[in-house]
């Protein structure tokens, strides 16, 4: 009897993709035209302001990629691991967690050693260095090597218990080993495949393998930055890709789905990869503006005499300040008793540095004082 087919790796001819070449010619034409302007931009930076949009960037990058699996990461730890290991300095820097070092260890080595050759032993390095502990949540997985299926097929699953839906079954453990060979060998192969071609086909051709037994994405995902860190032939990143996967999540898992269960006319995958990647290198322009009102800010009160405290808290409010700031979360945050915030604050109001909210509310809160220092 005639099995039917379900999965893309099922299809005769797996895994050789093909595509219309005229849908796809706009947008990747159009993301490619964006990635030069960006390019030329980031050049016409000094030195600092490279370094603040790369940690800026990095950080959003290490951030939505654990935010598209459902993980949220302490902010203060990914930026400080990143500046940390790229030797950048900035103030205020925390102890991070191994989890957190993982994940940025991952992206960096994908980004930063962009040129060197994919392994499998690279790859089990990723995938130890995502699960430090051996757990992914309440479940203990095997890291650093192949999945093996012993609890049963791997499926991407949603839904309550007694009532999940299937999205996708990956190949069975018996075949990724051969299917891994293939995948690396392509990877590392030298083509006339335009760079943004390869990345969007490696992100797709992985997380259909799902190697490992969790991790998937995120390493997909690394994968992407990789070969994308190829296409612009530097270490710099200005621009996030799971940033705008994690602003469109929805159809970035139903295009995966809807690709999978198809043929292997990749069509609607790439046009969608390649809009996502414009967006994303749209999107960079926000990254750009708050390096520099950061920097112009900083350059203005530079010439003012401030403390430690008042160092850290300025640049925490510049960044990802959540909520409102008060002299209670200053006090916490700074590590100092409720007088000394008090003090530090009225301070940086007589300097015109902050000023007080005026939206107003149960306890008084302060916003970076823009406007007057602008004049």
Same mark, same amino acid.
């Given at each position: 009897m005639r099995i039917m087919t379900t999965y893309i790796y099922q299809q005769p001819g797996w895994p050789r993709f093909r595509w219309n070449s005229d849908a796809i010619i706009q947008p990747l034409a159009s993301a490619r035209h964006m990635q030069g302007i960006l390019t030329g931009k980031m050049e016409a930076l000094g030195f600092r302001l490279k370094n603040e949009a790369i940690l800026e960037t990095l950080t959003t990058e290490v951030m939505k990629t654990s935010e598209i699996e459902g993980q949220i990461l302490n902010l203060d730890q990914v930026r400080s691991s990143i500046a940390r290991k790229l030797g950048i300095d900035i103030p205020g820097l925390v102890p991070s967690d191994r989890s957190v070092d993982g994940i940025v260890e991952v992206m960096l080595d994908a980004t930063q050693n962009y040129e060197k050759p994919l392994t499998r032993e690279r790859l089990f390095g990723w995938h130890s260095a995502l699960f430090p502990y051996g757990w992914s949540g309440m479940y203990r997985i095997v890291t650093g090597k192949w999945r093996d299926d012993s609890t049963g097929p791997m499926q991407v699953v949603s839904g309550a218990l007694g009532k999940e839906k299937v999205h996708y079954?990956?190949?069975?453990?018996?075949?990724? &080993? +051969? =299917?891994?060979?293939?995948? #690396?060998?392509? @990877?590392?192969?030298?083509?006339?495949? %335009? /760079?943004?071609? +390869?990345?969007?086909?490696?992100?797709?051709?992985?997380? *259909? !393998?799902?190697? @490992? =037994? %969790?991790?998937?994405?995120? #390493?997909?995902?690394?994968?992407? =930055?990789?070969?994308?860190?190829?296409? %612009?032939?530097?270490? /710099?990143? @200005?621009?996030?890709?799971?940033?705008? #996967?994690?602003? &469109?999540?929805?159809?970035?898992? %139903? !295009?995966? =789905?809807?690709?999978?269960?198809?043929?292997? &006319? !990749? *069509?609607?995958?790439?046009?969608?990869? @390649?809009?996502c990647l414009g967006s994303a290198l749209k999107s960079s322009e926000i990254i750009l503006s708050k390096v520099l009102i950061k920097h112009r800010f900083l350059s203005k009160i530079s010439s003012e005499v401030l403390n430690q405290r008042q160092i850290l808290m300025i640049n925490k409010l510049l960044d990802e300040f959540e909520g409102n700031l008060t002299t209670s979360k200053w006090a916490r945050i700074a590590r100092c008793s409720q007088d000394t915030a008090l003090r530090d604050v009225q301070d940086l109001m007589n300097k015109k540095i902050l000023r007080q909210n005026p939206a107003g509310g149960r306890s008084t809160?302060?916003? !970076?004082?823009f406007l007057e220092l602008a004049e």
């Open positions: 079954q990956a190949p069975p453990a018996g075949l990724v &080993d +051969k =299917e891994m060979r293939a995948f #690396i060998t392509w @990877f590392n192969r030298s083509t006339a495949v %335009d /760079m943004l071609l +390869k990345s969007a086909l490696a992100h797709l051709w992985f997380i *259909t !393998i799902h190697p @490992f =037994e %969790d991790g998937n994405g995120r #390493i997909a995902r690394a994968l992407s =930055e990789m070969l994308l860190a190829r296409s %612009d032939n530097s270490q /710099m990143r @200005f621009y996030s890709m799971s940033s705008q #996967i994690k602003a &469109d999540r929805k159809k970035y898992y %139903d !295009i995966l =789905e809807n690709t999978q269960r198809g043929t292997l &006319d !990749i *069509t609607r995958w790439l046009v969608w990869y @390649f809009n809160s302060y916003v !970076i004082n």
